[in-house]
């Protein structure tokens, strides 16, 4: 038994690992290869948008996933597989196409790529609702959130050195190599048959007319518009300001990976010490310091201890959410309202990200910084409707 456990972890950590690959390529090197291909600032949140629109529709993945049982084999394994393939298939055509001269087929390519990992994603969060009983929630949480830094801070490095001295084609296919590990994971789950008071019931989306739900999905889009958009600003100003390379904007993600890994324990350890409310509190204030202390970096030294720190506060927002949502979700639609809640964020992180860009743009890096770091005094109205005593709890 302990054995099965510990395989059950790592499949779910891993699946994350993967998708933190290819996260430490978009947060260290996307806007800076998009830049070296003579696009701008804005061109990049454009594309980031559009990119992340299969996080926003997964709803619908979510939905498919909830009522059918693939060829019988069944209502998450055979997804999670389809969605892995398909990563991997896009991450080994991207070098052939040149987002200059070709972009509007660059981005669809990343499209499909996004929707692949939407895909997987869904249902990975969907088996984990499955199968994960209330006391192991937060160990399966760190093993995701913690699984996906890994990822990012492993990666981060090893792609910077390989498109400053090998070329951009060898960071997409070692990516491509990176998806791997958890497919034979995957390919042991069997799933169990579900029972009767975990069907799909359409009248279990009434969930979403409680006033905490939507407060709730008001705050993520609020923490990740303002960390998306912080974060894809942090590389593409460092080199503007002090002209780093690819390699240097490796290590810097990497330094980020860490305080984000950091910042899940810290996240977990609040909720613990402090209860929901409280951490929440404590992490508006770490977010809005730790972004705002990004626009007086002046010096590649000083951005070495900021980046992490705002890594830290990135982290401890992931987990404060992700763990609301859990907290909030109907086990008869557990990966289509989770897969909502979870749309919220991606479309604040596309919204985030567009509204970086253009700010970059229009008023420069450090303002850009200051604003979105005093964006987090809009989520305090929320909280007393999120933390309301009658909440409902739909977690067993």
Request: contains cysteine; proline residues 5%; glycine residues 10%.
């Amino acid at each position: 038994m302990p054995n099965r456990k510990f395989s059950r972890y790592a499949m779910f950590g891993l699946l994350y690992f993967t998708q933190g690959t290819v996260l430490g390529y978009f947060t260290a090197l996307n806007a800076l290869y998009l830049l070296d291909h003579g696009l701008t600032m804005t061109d990049v949140g454009i594309f980031a948008t559009i990119a992340l629109i299969p996080f926003v529709i997964k709803i619908f993945l979510g939905m498919l996933s909830d009522r059918v049982n693939l060829l019988g084999l069944g209502y998450r394994r055979p997804y999670i597989l389809l969605g892995l393939l398909i990563q991997i298939g896009c991450l080994i055509a991207v070098p052939f196409i040149d987002p200059a001269t070709q972009y509007w087929l660059f981005v669809a390519l990343a499209f499909t790529l996004q929707l692949g990992m939407a895909l997987y994603d869904t249902c990975t969060d969907g088996l984990a609702l499955d199968t994960t009983p209330k006391a192991e929630e937060g160990t399966i949480q760190g093993f995701m959130v913690g699984g996906r830094a890994l990822g990012a801070v492993l990666t981060s490095a090893a792609v910077g050195l390989l498109a400053q001295d090998v070329g951009w084609s060898s960071v997409f296919w070692l990516l491509a190599v990176l998806t791997l590990p958890p497919v034979p994971f995957v390919l042991r789950i069997r799933e169990a048959e579900r029972p009767v008071e975990r069907a799909f019931d359409w009248g279990a989306f009434r969930a979403f007319r409680q006033t905490e739900v939507v407060a709730l999905g008001g705050l993520g889009f609020l923490f990740f518009l303002i960390i998306a958009g912080a974060n894809q600003n942090v590389n593409p100003f460092l080199e503007d300001a002090f002209a780093i390379d690819l390699r240097m904007a490796g290590f810097f993600t990497t330094v980020w990976g860490v305080g984000v890994i950091l910042g899940s324990a810290l996240g977990s350890g609040l909720i613990n010490r402090l209860g929901k409310p409280g951490a929440v509190r404590v992490s508006l204030g770490l977010s809005l310091l730790a972004i705002l202390a990004l626009a007086f970096i002046t010096s590649p030294a000083l951005a070495w201890p900021l980046v992490a720190l705002f890594g830290l506060a990135y982290g401890a927002y992931q987990t404060l959410y992700f763990a609301l949502a859990m907290h909030y979700t109907d086990p008869r639609i557990a990966a289509s309202m989770y897969s909502i809640l979870m749309a919220v964020t991606n479309v604040a992180q596309g919204a985030g990200m567009a509204l970086s860009g253009v700010m970059a743009d229009r008023i420069g890096f450090r303002w850009a910084f200051a604003i979105l770091a005093l964006l987090n005094i809009l989520a305090l109205p929320l909280l007393p409707l999120i933390f309301k005593p009658r909440a409902h709890v739909y977690a067993s």
